[in-house]
């Protein structure tokens, strides 16, 4: 789709946006349809017990919504499910996200699932979380360093 006009008529399957533009478009009455047609879309699931019409919110860099802002982005993605006719809870909602600072072998997991659970309404556990790992790097595949000035 090539303008907002077009996913007001025809909601896309996959919207990438920022918290900004989600806030405004939260507030726009022209934008009301695209979230109607959504909210149908959801709510047209034949099995509410094995859905297969799925919300999926994915959000890059988790550990960056802290503070204020952070609780503000938590309110606003609230305020979203809620017009979409869904729970932090529900079936229909997949809740994908990365964060390089995220503790869960250690002595910060406790808090770390705490920020889950605050951050967007509902409860993690370690089960919920696929952990990351380093590769080892190979020296020998990267491009020659820059000489440094003398």
């Known amino acids: 789709m090539r303008s907002r006009m077009d996913m007001q008529v ?3 399957d996959i919207l990438i946006t920022n918290y900004s533009m989600l806030a405004v478009m939260m507030m726009r009455e022209v934008e009301e349809p695209m979230l ?26 988790l550990h960056l919504n ?16 809620d017009r979409l006719g869904l729970t ?3 079936k229909q909602l997949r809740i ?5 600072s995220l503790d869960i ?14 951050f967007f309404g509902c409860d993690f ?17 990267l491009p020659p360093q820059l ?3 003398e």
């Open 10 to 12: 025809t909601p896309p």
């Open 36 to 61: 109607e047609k959504t909210k149908k879309w959801l709510n047209g699931d034949p099995d509410k017990e094995h859905p297969t019409r799925i919300f999926h919110l994915i959000i890059d860099e």
């Open 66 to 81: 802290r503070g204020t802002a952070g609780t503000e982005i938590a309110y606003l993605i609230r305020l979203l499910l």
């Open 88 to 90: 932090p809870n529900s």
């Open 96 to 100: 994908l996200s990365s964060s390089a």
């Open 105 to 118: 072998n250690g002595a910060e997991e406790k808090d770390s699932l705490k920020y889950l659970k605050d």
């Open 125 to 141: 556990s370690r089960e919920n979380i696929i952990e990351g790992y380093s590769l080892p790097s190979f020296p020998s595949l």
């Open 147 to 149: 000489p440094a000035n």
